[in-house]
């Protein structure tokens, strides 16, 4: 099956799912505190929109990227995808790869299990952009794959608890799950899972 066949069968999976928990954690404590004025999100590796969706009927902007133009098309024809303005108009889109893009300012950087498929020898830079993007109170949202997870030989990246750590300097630490568990993927392939669910708040003085 090609890439774009297996993506089409992931996207008919996972469809009508809801928003991802830490996506909610960081909404909740953006609420909690204030929302910044005109607050401004990326969602990146946005698939289907399950993650946007709710930034928009939350009120955020939102800058929707994918590398997929699939994602984006099925984003687009999402029945629930707010159309009367202002709403309406809060919602950019891009097709684009992580490696290739250079992220605008943003309140929050939403990436729901998407970053541990970045090429491994750029993601370094393309940390070091993500974090240099998020406004000072800002906040990271994602998910990274720790070593003992099945696709840890198969290409994709992996981080140890160390290099969590490392990522996070600068950071305060709101939120750190480390999942093990036996489990699926989407296309109902039987898979040991090793996660870490973050949710990183970003140094009011922005001096990460």
Known sequence: MSRGGRWSRYYDAVQARPPRDTLLFALDRFAAEGLPAAPRALDLGCGDGRDTVELLRRGWRTLAMDATPEAIDRLLARPDLP???????????????????????????????CLPFCEAAAFPDVWRRLSAAIRPGGRFAGQLLGPQDDWAQSGVIIHSRADIDRLAAGFEIELLQEVREEGGTPLARTKHWHIFHLVLKSSDKNDN
Request: hydrophobic residues 40%.
């Open 83 to 113: 159309k009367d303005p202002p709403t309406a108009g809060n919602l950019e889109t891009l097709v684009a790869r992580f490696e290739d893009f250079q992220p605008p300012p943003a309140d929050l950087i939403n990436a729901s299990f």
